[in-house]
């Protein structure tokens, strides 16, 4: 994983929230402790706090397991902030139900922005993580970096409802700093980092590695590529992060759906068939968002219950197999070696091994998991206050590099150099002189020299007055990565737009945008 660092930094605590559809986890850890294991805030003795919030008449509103013991919780929070709420390949909106049931349960005054509640939620999780620190005398003065964790797939209107939560709850107060970092890049470089899973010991240069977290509601999928393994670990973004809407709630309702069958034919099952799944999902049906058939609290044979996990999880490796051809056509090579498989459901022994056996038909592709189970479930809150701290994110990186050719082949100007990193948006402005003609060859090389024109760019000079023969203009380039669908891969594009004149003055000469084709 690439660093991002410009100047050393002054100590400080990073704190990386996952804040999950059915659970939170805290974690945190002084800046200059980074080879060590982040700390965990535990409430009730337990470091996975649900994702629950009550609001009990006499005191204020509490969260967690409290919450849980009354009937009025309200729980999805983080689905409450998004509107991507339809379960894929599926005609029931089961999360749609869901946070239309929790915004129902609302006090009358945050019904219009629901928003709030999340904002009770982080902010009373912000107490108790204050009380915590109390046990850490030389940590709790320290400035602090807040990093939550998103989905991929997030709107901007839902990172800014998220971010308008967060400061409502008061994590950018004394300075602090809040950011955002998705669920798969957060384990990605947690993956990376010698004090986390050392991704070092299990991927090899070269490899391109997919990162699958599965969680209650989404499925959160990155796939990169490893440029190095020592002395330090370095790899690349390849593939569009993407977020379905498919977890361990699916397979709670193909519980629901399989038992309702029972009941309509055989008269046994699901007691008051009546109640929608919702309800029932929402009261623990039959354990809430969990992973694990019971089959001491289900009427159903071990039969059934393997075919219910085999749709899941086929559903699931359909997810992973899409993101591996969208690397591989996007690279131009198959590279995909590693599938780093965590999330609450993987805790599950029957779900991981399941996950073992469908892929291993794929010969090409080793599946890795933490060794604790634990830990898979920790996984994106580590990441996440690493990337605090290093301000480290998943980037993409120029496989070739492009130049522009100007005034006959006799000034030739590198735009972006091979192996330089990139994120939506990474632009160079350049101020060149033309002569009348107005034309810039654009070249790409896979090495320094080896020249191979991709593109010509033709100025229109004819809105610049005057009797000139050769006339300065900027030439703005810049690097885009456009997502047009999850199911599709991710466009490089290198866009150069050319400018006469400053200022109010300021002209569009000539716009052109061009396809950056794959790695070999």
């Not at 609290?297 to 051809?325: A, F, G, H, P």
């Not at 790409?444 to 000079?461: M, N, Q, Y």
């Not at 891969?489 to 866009?495: D, T, Y």
């Amino acid at each position: 994983m690439e660093s991002r660092n410009i100047t050393k930094r002054a100590t400080c605590l990073s704190v990386g929230i996952d804040f999950g559809a059915s659970k939170t986890v805290l974690s945190f850890l002084r800046s200059s402790d980074d080879n060590i294991r982040p700390h965990l805030l535990s409430l009730r003795g337990d470091t996975i706090i649900p994702t629950v919030v009550a609001y009990p008449s006499k005191e204020p509103c509490v969260i967690g397991k409290k919450a849980l013991q009354y009937p009025k919780r309200i729980s999805w929070l983080k689905h409450i902030l998004y509107e991507s709420s339809i379960l894929d390949n599926s005609n029931k909106t089961l999360v749609q139900d869901l946070v239309k049931l929790a915004i129902d349960r609302l006090p009358r005054e945050k019904q219009d922005n629901p928003y709030l509640v999340v904002a009770d939620f982080l902010g009373t999780l912000l107490q108790h993580f204050q009380t915590f620190l109390e046990g850490y005398p030389d940590l709790k003065t320290l400035p602090r970096v807040y990093t939550f964790t998103i989905p991929a797939t997030w709107s901007e209107h839902a990172r800014s409802m998220m971010l308008n939560a967060a400061q409502q709850a008061g994590y950018g107060r004394q300075k602090a700093t809040i950011r955002f970092t998705t669920e798969a890049d957060a384990v990605a470089v947690y993956a990376a980092n010698k004090s986390g899973l050392n991704m070092g010991q299990f991927s090899q240069v070269n490899d391109g590695v997919i990162i699958c977290d599965c969680g209650a509601s989404t499925i959160d999928l990155t796939a990169f590529y490893v440029d190095q393994t020592s002395p330090s670990f370095e790899c690349q973004m390849l593939a569009a992060s993407n977020s379905r809407i498919c977890g361990a709630l699916e397979l709670q309702y193909l519980v629901y759906d399989r038992l309702s069958q029972f009941r309509s034919t055989k008269g046994i099952g699901i007691p008051n068939p009546g109640v929608p799944f919702a309800r029932r999902a929402d009261f623990n049906f039959p354990a809430g968002s969990t992973s694990n058939i019971d089959l001491n609290v289900l009427s159903i044979d071990s039969t059934v219950k393997d075919e219910l996990y085999d749709t899941l999880i086929r559903r699931i490796v359909c997810y992973i197999r899409n993101q591996i051809d969208c690397a591989s056509l996007c690279v131009g090579r198959d590279k995909i070696r590693r599938l780093l498989l965590v999330g609450g459901m993987t805790v599950s022994d029957e779900i991981s091994t399941k996950f073992r056996s469908i892929l291993g038909s794929d010969s090409k592709i080793t599946v890795y998991q933490p060794p604790e189970p634990i830990d898979r479930v920790h996984a994106v809150s580590f990441g996440a206050t690493l990337c605090g701290i290093r301000q480290t994110r998943l980037s993409f990186k120029f496989w070739k590099h492009y130049y522009m050719v100007c005034s006959n082949w006799e000034e030739l100007l590198e735009m972006f150099p091979k192996g330089h990193s990139f994120d939506d948006g990474t632009c160079r402005d350049w101020r060149i002189t033309l002569p009348r003609s107005g034309e810039i060859e654009i070249v790409e090389s896979a090495e320094p020299l080896s020249l191979k024109h991709v593109g010509k760019i033709t100025c229109d000079f004819t809105r610049v007055s005057g009797n000139w023969q050769l006339v300065t203009v900027l030439v703005n380039c810049r690097a885009t990565v456009r997502f047009e669908d999850q199911d599709f891969p991710c466009e490089r594009m290198l866009h150069l737009a050319v400018y006469h004149g400053e200022g109010l003055n300021k002209r569009l000469v000539a716009h052109k945008r061009l396809l950056m084709q794959g790695m070999f």
